[in-house]
């Protein structure tokens, strides 16, 4: 692959990842109108994916996927300079992507062993993360020693066994983080249409697993000739790379688009036999219903009068100030939680975010 091909690869999938990921905020602050941790990752791990993307191009203007020793001095000392930066910039960006999902899972799913398990994953990746940009960014010493091989001995880490370390546990979280909500799925109390949606968005994260396993295939030709033809190799790789880091990220944003999806297309993921929430009889009271579009009863909606919910019992929901518009007191909050979540599972939190 040539140094213009690792360009092109790096820079569509960076722009996909920045549309999604421009799509994912817009979808949490505006239309469900909660930002958590996951999505402050997320951000994070976009501006590295634009980072690397951005050596990359500066790699190829540079001799990226040409032979080394046509090149001039210079060129070799920017290209190996901005392969260090993308090497550092890389191990922080997977770091970030996979605590994305992490934290996703934490605020849709509940259970102890699940809460435990992502933890203990957490911790893991952020560990590792941050052991391997240290190892890549003092992995010489002197340091000079990284962009100018012509410069007095110095002492480096084993690449290579670097390389298949990093690639290696890259590649197993990655798989564990894929398989882990599948089983989760069954459990959950949602419409057909809906949980076919959600699997079908989990699933997706098997390009990620083959994302990593490629790369691998094309670090390990990579590795091989880095002593004397690092430029002419490395295209592959840095393709892999980056498209590594973004399929991460297109899959950590799609969960999060439903809300926006049915806005643009109502009734896409809801089940035909099921109604949307909200609406009015013809009475003037308001018909409720779940996330789920399931019907639970009527409010009335008369100022100035109490709310009665009726249907599957009634339940007192504080009153109707000027206009019809419920008052937010404390009771009518934690009546109202209760009659709209048809179930503790998702948990309350998570339908909040995801709009299930």
């Not at 001095?73 to 960006?93: H, M, P, Q, R």
């Not at 880490?157 to 089983?183: D, E, K, M, R």
Request: hydrophobic content about 45%; proline content about 4%.
């Amino acid at each position: 692959m040539a140094g213009v091909g690792a360009v092109a690869c790096s820079l569509t999938f960076t722009i996909l990842s920045v549309l999604l990921g421009g799509l994912r905020f817009f979808t949490r602050a505006y239309i469900v109108g909660a930002l958590l941790i996951d999505d402050l990752l997320l951000g994070f791990a976009i501006l590295a994916s634009i980072a690397l993307t951005t050596l990359i191009v500066f790699q190829s203007s540079n001799g990226l996927g040409e032979h080394m020793e046509l090149l001039p001095i210079d060129e070799i000392y920017n290209f190996l300079k901005a392969l260090w930066g993308s090497t550092i910039v890389y191990s922080i960006a997977m770091m970030l992507t996979q605590n994305v999902f992490l934290f996703q899972y934490r605020n849709f799913f509940q259970g102890l062993w699940l809460r435990r398990t992502t933890a203990a994953m957490v911790v893991l990746v952020t560990l590792f993360g941050i052991a391997s940009t240290l190892s890549l960014a003092f992995q010489c010493v002197p340091m000079r020693y990284i962009w100018d091989p012509l410069s007095p001995e110095a002492r480096c880490i084993n690449y290579q066994v670097f390389w298949y370390i990093s690639a290696g546990f890259n590649t197993l979280t990655a798989i564990v983080i894929w398989i882990l909500p599948i089983p989760l799925i069954k459990g959950l109390h949602l419409p057909k249409r809906q949980k076919h949606w959600l699997v079908m968005v989990f699933a997706l994260g098997v390009f990620t697993c083959l994302a990593s396993g490629l790369r691998i295939r094309a670090l390990n030709l990579g590795v091989k000739h880095s002593e004397f033809d690092t430029s002419y190799f490395y295209p592959e790789v840095a393709a892999w790379s980056s498209l590594e880091i973004n399929v991460g990220i297109i899959c950590a944003c799609l969960p999060t688009l439903k809300p926006i999806v049915d806005k643009m297309f109502p009734g896409l993921l809801h089940d035909p036999a099921r109604r949307p929430m909200g609406g009015s009889s013809a009475n003037g009271n308001r018909n409720i219903y779940d996330r789920d579009g399931m019907y639970m009863g009527t409010m009335g909606s008369r100022a100035g009068r109490n709310v009665g919910v009726g249907g599957g019992g009634s339940v007192g929901a504080g009153q109707y100030k000027g206009g019809g518009s419920l008052g937010k007191t404390k009771t009518a909050e934690t009546d109202l939680e209760s009659l709209t979540t048809s179930s503790s599972w998702p948990p309350a939190k998570a339908r909040a975010v995801l709009d299930f």
